[in-house]
């Protein structure tokens, strides 16, 4: 009803109206939306002084009434309602129409279904509880939030600002900062954001609100906090000095609320029987930092305690110190690996369901007794490359997904033709299909540490939607002419083809034989069967095309340096495993060239793509914009550039690569690496956008310094770029002067589409970045810190605190801090031969360096970009994930073993780390119970890829220690 989804819009905000919205709109559930208030028959207009809530229940009612004599009084008609005067007063008024609660209608309609049994008993238990403590009078321990029509007021006038509320993880008690969103953040002429200083400031509003803020007199503004601080439950300082003062205020009203599912721990038994004399009202921690105790009522408290567990806030009253909810659902027990998988899944909104029945059965069938083969109506519409083109992909080893490859050839003018060649995924991926409705909701194929769920199934992500070796595929290409000297572009020709790709050859091995090294012509399998001559020419062809594509590489590149391309790298070291998959050796994982050929090639099709939709579509192209960032968040990377004598100029991307390619220390190569690490974290995120919805002067990619880019060359992982690949097909329809028989989006709808997919894409990054974690600290857990050598590690000191120091472990890829000062008040102190010990005494912090000096007189300086040998160690944690700790035991770089030297210089690639931890748990748990066949049903249920072994995907992810802007959008499959 039309009535009842205006109800939801108004009452219960905007992120349960549009779950309504997409649940209308999903062909899956057999939805339809029934415009009642503009139906002759159905329309009531509301009395004159009817409560509103009244005027809609009426007229729900007396549309389902219309709709059972519509249907000749032969379907009974079932309306659900809490409201309890409507079941008294409808509820026997019609024959046929039953007005019922929702416990009813659970009740007589679903008596089996105990999961929902048990969460409306939760709910109802909940409700109650609220209603008799509203009635009891109680002190309030927040104002009263502005009305609506106040707020928006206030807004307009300029005296209130809209923002999100972000609540500072470290600090999550005291410290939140509200983002400037919308008109405010022109209007208001503010630069920075505004500190939200203490639970009560922020008046009941959870991180990711949209708030309205009224600033407090300059006289009560405050400053963030410089000091270390690990995340502490109380609502307390810290002692240290802030930092200058800031824009401060105080939140006076909600706009929107942007509750979701939270994952909470109960607390232990000791602390129930602490909470006091209701032991059914409990408080339980979410795993979140940001977000507050939730109180819950439940008598399972001792049952759950060692579990993970779901709940959702029901509300906030301005009586209650914590907001109310109610229980869920179980996730798993605490420490389990797949609990604590579970957790980041459901704190990112990451919905894992099975791809349905519907869905598989509109996907295509290949099996070796009834084999997918090329149309004969695609052989005729289709520019076919295989007897003409030398066609190859160049991806990581066990590569499933391979959707891109590339060939290059000499024309019969002399000129040289590069193509890009895609996987056509919208051929098997009709718009508005269930598999295609599916894609648009998961937006992207997410990457944990120890798996993936693919965005598509995978008889199309792994198999006829991957550009495999020796076999007949469809793609959507990407052709360019070009100078046979210059490399110029003379024009460029975009279809779809058939292509038949001859090498599937892993980056090692495409290094090798640029670098004219033949001995690894064994390991490619095409290659390996053929003898003598022919042989031989098949090599030269395929080394002639990998180095031919090297150069014309470098030359694009070198275009963009020019004008200003940034190259903000990260770095990797693959685990050498032994007999007993233990780590046995850490070998360095160097960056290949054709790394960087293969993103080139892949960066020039997605901005010559960008341009020829944008051209065709002015209104409605998915492009994606890299905004340049704020000049204030570069002042970090400026100071610590100029403790090392280095001058980086900000004012534009080509000045500021071009002062990092400067910024080099002969004695120290981390040196830049760290400050390359740093303007990465000053960037703006990269994001898809639709170009009726803003200037054509924003389109600009910073990072990549194109006018016009877009995603194209992934269309089996992101959705973005199916969308792109549907609107190239246009743009090439159109110029044929044929019928667009592409389903496009309007602005509008490409508007709304691009935000949900950015935001799946930030839940992927938060999802990936926190399972990582997770191993890492699995990794480091069961390794006495006293004794393991690794445990051992060098660290460089990035940033400088006043309590402490933040350092990388360049080994292993981690940043975190270390303190100089302990709980006790006692600081770091330093012997003759730079071991540590902890002492009464002081710390004077100034810019780039703090003196740790004890009370006997005796001090120690530690510098920025100084090397120190940390300890790392895991703090464990019941409610939240468990924590890398570094603690400095040396004031002097790490002395490393001579077995370890030539192994020592780079980082430990994660995905190798954690495959190690992964292989353990797995042989643990295969020690006490046969899983086995388990795992391998559940994965045919949810079909999803799995690989040849758990961590061979994520070795197409980026390395995350150094988060790196450029890399994001030039990895090409990866």
């Not at 609660?101 to 049994?117: T, V």
């Not at 109180?295 to 779901?310: C, K, P």
């Not at 388990?934 to 758990?950: A, D, K, M, N, P």
Request: hydrophobic fraction near 35%; glycine fraction near 6%; include cysteine.
């Amino acid at each position: 009803m039309q009535t009842a989804c205006q109800a939801v819009q108004h009452q219960r905000g905007r992120r349960q109206y549009n779950k309504l919205r997409n649940l209308l709109k999903d062909a899956r559930h057999d939805c339809v939306l029934f415009a009642n208030e503009f139906q002759q028959h159905c329309y009531l207009p509301r009395e004159k002084g009817e409560a509103m809530e009244k005027w809609q229940t009426r007229s729900i009612y007396n549309s389902a009434v219309w709709y059972y004599h519509h249907c000749e009084d032969r379907m009974p008609i079932v309306m659900v309602t809490e409201d309890e005067e409507a079941v008294q007063q409808y509820g026997s008024e019609t024959e046929g129409v039953f007005v019922i609660s929702f416990k009813n209608y659970l009740d007589n309609f679903w008596p089996d279904f105990k999961g929902a049994h048990e969460l409306c008993s939760s709910i109802l238990q909940s409700r109650r509880e609220r209603e008799s403590e509203s009635q009891e009078t109680h002190g309030k321990e927040y104002p009263e939030h502005l009305p609506l029509e106040v707020l928006e007021a206030g807004i307009k006038s300029g005296r209130y600002i809209q923002g999100i509320l972000n609540v500072n993880k470290h600090r999550a008690q005291i410290e939140a900062f509200v983002r400037l969103q919308g008109a405010s953040s022109k209007d208001s002429g503010l630069v920075s954001d505004i500190l939200i200083h203490g639970s009560k400031a922020r008046n009941r509003s959870i991180h990711g609100d949209v708030v309205v803020v009224e600033l407090l007199p300059k006289s009560e503004w405050k400053g963030r906090t410089a000091a270390l601080c690990e995340n502490d439950s109380e609502d307390k300082a810290s002692g240290e000095s802030p930092s200058e003062p800031m824009p401060t205020g105080r939140v006076v009203g909600i706009l929107q609320k942007n509750w979701r599912d939270y994952v909470v721990t109960f607390p232990s038994k000791e602390e129930v029987q602490s909470q006091g004399k209701n032991a059914q009202k409990i408080l339980v921690t979410p795993w979140d930092y940001r977000i507050p105790k939730i109180r819950i009522s439940t008598q399972q408290a001792e049952a759950l305690q060692d579990f993970r567990v779901v709940v959702r806030i029901d509300s906030w009253e301005t009586t209650s110190v914590y907001p109310n909810g109610h229980f869920v659902r179980v996730l798993g027990r605490i420490g389990d690996l797949e609990g604590e998988i579970a957790t980041i899944l459901v704190e990112n909104s990451i919905s894992v369901v099975p791809f349905s029945e519907a869905q598989m059965c509109e996907m295509p069938v290949n099996t070796p007794e009834d084999p997918w083969k090329v149309s004969p109506k695609e052989e005729r519409e289709r520019k076919d490359l295989r007897n003409t083109h030398l066609v190859f992909s160049i991806d990581p080893k066990g590569c499933e997904d391979v959707d891109d490859t590339l060939s290059v050839r000499t024309l019969n003018n002399g000129n040289l033709e590069l193509g890009v060649h895609i996987t056509d995924v919208t051929h098997f991926v009709a718009p508005n299909s269930y598999i295609d409705v599916e894609a648009r909701t998961r937006a992207t194929t997410y990457y944990l540490a120890d798996r993936r769920y693919d965005m598509l199934p995978s008889i199309l992500s792994a198999d006829l939607c991957s550009l495999l070796g020796g076999v007949d595929r469809y793609a959507v290409s990407v052709m360019w002419e070009l100078d046979k000297t210059s490399y110029e572009i003379k024009k460029v020709w975009y279809g779809r083809t058939i292509i038949r790709s001859a090498y599937k050859l892993f980056y090692e091995a495409a290094q090798e034989l640029l670098d004219g090294n033949s001995s690894v012509v064994d390991e490619i399998p095409e290659l390996k069967a053929l003898e003598g001559q022919s042989r031989q020419a098949k090599v030269d062809e395929l080394v002639w095309a990998i180095g031919k594509l090297t150069d014309i590489a470098r030359h694009i590149r070198a275009k963009r340096d020019r004008c200003g391309a940034l190259e903000l790298e990260g770095v990797e070291v693959r685990v050498q495993l032994g007999d007993k998959k233990n780590i046995h050796d850490l070998i360095p994982k160097q960056p290949l060239e054709v790394h960087e050929t293969v993103a080139e090639c892949m960066i020039l099709a997605n901005h010559w793509v960008a341009k020829k939709i944008w051209e065709s579509f002015p209104h409605q192209a998915l492009l994606r914009q890299h905004p340049p960032p704020h000049q204030e968040f570069f002042s970090e990377l400026r100071e610590c550039a100029k403790a090392k004598g280095f001058s980086i100029d900000t004012r534009s991307n080509k000045t500021l690569a071009d002062s990092l390619d400067s910024a080099h220390d002969p004695s120290d190569p981390w040196v830049n690496r760290l400050l390359r690490s740093m303007a990465t974290q000053a960037m703006s995120n990269a994001l898809y956008f639709s170009t009726g919805s803003c200037a054509e002067d924003q389109f600009h990619h910073y990072g990549l310094a194109l006018d016009k880019y877009t995603h194209f060359t992934s269309p089996i992982r992101r959705y973005s770029d199916i969308v792109v690949h549907r609107l190239l097909m246009a743009a090439i329809s159109k110029d044929k002067k044929m019928e667009v028989k592409e389903t496009l989006f309007s602005n509008k709808n490409l508007e709304e589409l691009c935000r949900h997919i950015n935001n799946r894409n930030r839940a992927a990054q938060r999802s990936q970045k926190q399972s990582t974690e997770l191993f890492q600290c699995l990794y480091f857990k069961d390794r006495d810190p006293e004794t393991e050598e690794r445990r051992i590690a060098d660290g460089v000191i990035y940033s400088i605190r006043t309590n402490g120091v933040l350092v990388f472990i360049p080994r292993f890829g981690i940043k975190g801090a270390a303190y100089l000062k302990n709980k006790d008040g006692l600081v770091i102190s330093c012997g003759p031969e730079g071991s540590s010990e902890w002492k009464p005494g002081s710390l004077q912090r100034s810019q780039n360096e703090i003196v740790s000096t004890t009370a006997g007189g005796q001090s120690v300086t530690f510098r920025l970009f100084d090397h120190v040998t940390v300890r790392i160690s895991v703090q464990a944690s019941r409610c939240h994930s468990d924590t890398i700790r570094l603690e400095i035991v040396n004031n002097k770089p790490y002395m490393i073993p001579s077995t370890e030297l030539c192994h020592q210089s780079a980082p430990l690639l994660r995905s190798e780390l954690v495959k190690e931890v992964t292989r353990s748990v797995e042989e643990a748990q295969l020690a006490q119970e046969v899983k086995g066949k388990v795992i391998e049903e559940e994965h045919r249920e949810y079909c999803q890829t799995r690989g040849r072994s758990l961590y061979t995907l994520l070795e197409e992810i980026k390395d995350l220690a150094l988060l790196d802007v450029t890399q994001c959008e030039t990895l090409p499959c990866h």
